[in-house]
């Protein structure tokens, strides 16, 4: 990915921001310039709200990735999941600092600000959000 | 030197959640891993997960002490990271930290290097910006993601954490009474641009450079407030292990009580700029109002920073459970083997890096 094009998701990366529906109260993440929701009336055009995501939600689906993507291959076997935020979207993310089997659906989790990959030994470090589980969450098992 | 006003609004701390025994580094090594840990009374230290550096460790923190303090991001006046492991050369660690609390763009930021003290130095401009009026509140964060040469007797106590403390005038925490330094040229430790791990002077690092500085600053603070070691609850040193600071503090005439709070090295090791803040995190954790703290911090090459305290009735109706309390950071951990270790830190180099 290009220096440009990360910077430009600042924002989004690294502190979650969102949109807001100000007629049907939905949130949009990535954010959305229309609501999809409320685009037939045309209601929503212009008056979207920037909002940030608390970083609070829980595991809605997982994954163990074993076979690393680019710049990954030091975290493997590493949690993948699909999370779904207090505020309704849905995020993909990795999540840190758990062991694999310890994992499960339901699980809450929040937003925590990690490295996501470093372009070679001298290129830019991008950075963002991954999840890591709730204190405690899990040795609730 | 003193900042009328002026004292902590809130602080947050962050520690990687691996540890590593030194029963587990020496068995690598072939060295008694066990004696070693008693030598240096440590018994764990944390180790960052691959995707941890210090600007996301600095990042965790402050996060903590915003949401802990209520703050408005538009009112912080200075972000100043102290650290001697920013992850780039050229390109600060303050800016991004910044950005990531939504702070920018209008304020001040810089990255300071001073060994462990450049986080105590970073305190103490940010007293003076406060003071003056310049800023309502200003950052202040100390944080590390140190590394010793595989081997090396530093290997068993350098560790990552950082610990983020915001200054200003209202409502605080706990009041600055002075700070007060002890600055020498000494080569006790070092690293020269372009290499990977430090390099040491020996026997030299404890008494003409610890020892003289700890000592020095804590009697001079003490000197100039006034007050001898009976007038304060809690003392808390830098602490590279567990033995200097409790060497310092009797040298200087501490007890154990009053050191209990203030030592967290023991469990996750030596985080560097970060030690001498997390051990003031943990004394406001357990804090009660009017208590006096002491706070000597050190930085090799070296210097001392001091900071006498008061804690205010605030601190009672203060937040001290957002994040993760530092208590909890020394009670609890997952622990990992050396190849683990060695996996994470980067001592295993892939081919082509
Ligand atoms: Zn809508």
Redesign the pocket.
């Known amino acids: 990915m290009t220096v440009a094009r990360f910077w430009r998701e600042t924002l989004r990366r690294y502190n979650l921001g969102a949109s807001k529906?100000p007629?049907?109260q939905?949130v949009f993440f990535p954010p959305r310039s229309v609501?999809p929701?409320?685009s037939v009336h045309r209601k929503?055009l212009t008056k979207m709200e920037a909002c940030q995501l608390s970083g609070r939600g829980e595991v809605y689906s997982y994954t163990t990735v074993h076979e690393a993507a680019d710049g990954f291959e030091m975290q493997v076997p590493y949690v993948l999941a699909l999370v779904k935020m207090a505020e309704g979207p849905m995020l993909t993310g990795q999540i840190v600092d758990v062991d694999p089997k310890d994992i499960r659906e339901g699980l809450p989790v929040r937003a925590t600000f990690r490295r996501l990959r470093a372009d070679g030994d001298d290129g830019v470090i991008h950075y963002g959000y991954k999840f890591a589980l709730e204190n405690g969450a899990a040795a609730k098992k | 030197m003193k900042a009328e006003g002026v004292g902590i609004v809130s602080y947050g701390t962050y520690v990687p959640r691996y540890r590593i025994t030194p029963d587990e580094i020496g068995r690598v090594w072939g060295v008694d891993g066990v004696a070693m840990g008693k030598n240096l009374n440590i018994h764990s230290k944390s180790v960052p997960s691959p995707d941890e550096d210090t600007i996301t460790i600095s990042t965790e923190a402050l996060r903590v002490a915003m949401t802990r303090g209520g703050i408005d991001p538009r009112d912080i006046g200075a972000v100043y990271v102290g650290s001697e492991s920013h992850p780039y050369a050229v390109k600060p660690t303050a800016t991004i930290v910044a950005q990531a609390i939504g702070a920018t763009p209008n304020l001040t930021a810089a990255d300071f290097e001073f060994a462990c003290k450049a986080g105590t130095a970073a305190i103490q401009v940010c007293m003076g910006l406060v003071a003056s009026g310049m800023i309502k509140y200003g950052v202040a964060i100390g944080s590390d993601t140190s590394q010793g040469a595989p081997g090396d007797a530093l290997e068993y106590s350098a560790s990552a954490g950082g610990g983020a403390f915001i200054l200003g005038k209202d409502p605080i925490i706990a009041k600055i009474n002075a700070t007060q330094s002890y600055t020498t040229d000494t080569p006790d430790f070092w690293r020269r641009e372009g290499q990977r791990y430090p390099s040491h002077g020996g026997r030299f690092t404890g008494e003409p450079a610890y020892f003289r500085h700890v000592t020095e600053c804590g009697k001079g603070i003490m000197a100039s407030e006034g007050t001898t070691p009976a007038d304060y609850q809690h003392v808390v040193f830098h602490q590279p292990n567990g033995k200097f600071p409790q060497r310092a503090g009797k040298l200087l005439g501490f007890n154990e009580d009053q050191m209990r709070y203030g030592m967290v090295t023991p469990w996750i090791g030596n985080t560097y700029s970060g030690a001498a803040l997390i051990g003031l995190a943990n004394v406001l954790d357990h804090a009660k109002p009017t208590e006096r703290i002491l706070v000597v911090g050190y930085g090799s090459g070296a210097g001392s920073d001091a900071f006498d305290l008061t804690v205010t009735d605030n601190i009672t109706n203060f937040d001290r459970q957002t994040g993760t309390p530092v208590q909890q950071d020394l009670d609890h951990g997952m622990t990992i083997n050396y190849s683990i270790y060695a996996k994470f830190r980067g001592k295993i180099r892939l081919s082509g890096e």
Do not use: F, Q, R, Y
């Open positions: 529906c007629e049907c939905a609501c929701n409320c929503s």
